[in-house]
Every structure is written in structure tokens, then in C-alpha cells.
């Protein structure tokens, strides 16, 4: 079961990067087009009951490694 992150790419967020926008701007942009985060994704397919809520919490606050599960984690937790 995968879990992701989905930004459509629209003409402003084109702009923004083919200008070498800081990540700032494309953060903001992002937000503002509706972007799918992590979280979101995570929680929904929880809620549907795909993952249980430990895997969805998993796939966003561990650091970047290979669980022995197979769940790979993106983001980076510190203490």
C-alpha cells in the first residue's frame, strides 16, 4: 500500500520553477492549489481501513530508512 504526496502541476507552479523559486514560494504555492500531503493521505487510507493508524503515523514521522516491515519512511523525526 503506498502512501503519497500529489501536486498538481499548474501553470503558476511552472512559472515558480522554471524560475528557480525559492522552496518557500513553491510551498506556498503548493498549499494554495490544494496539494495532497502525506498526513492526509495516510489518515484517509486509516480511515478506509487500508493501513492501521500506527502504519499511518509511521509513514510520517520516521526517519528515511527501511522499516523491517517494508513501510519506507520520508520524513525525518528529532528528538
Not at 528557480?20 to 494554495?32: F, H
Request: proline share 5%; net charge positive; aromatic share 8%.
Amino acid at each position: 500500500m503506498g502512501i503519497y504526496e500529489i501536486l498538481q502541476n499548474s501553470p503558476q507552479m511552472r512559472l515558480l520553477i522554471q524560475r528557480n523559486a525559492r522552496p518557500t514560494e513553491i510551498y506556498v504555492e503548493a498549499i494554495q492549489s490544494g496539494i495532497r500531503r502525506l498526513r492526509h493521505d495516510a489518515l484517509e487510507k486509516c480511515f478506509q481501513g487500508l493501513i492501521d493508524l500506527r502504519q499511518a503515523c509511521l509513514a510520517y514521522s520516521e526517519p528515511a530508512r527501511q522499516h523491517p516491515e517494508g513501510i519506507f519512511f520520508l520524513s525525518e523525526r528529532r528528538s
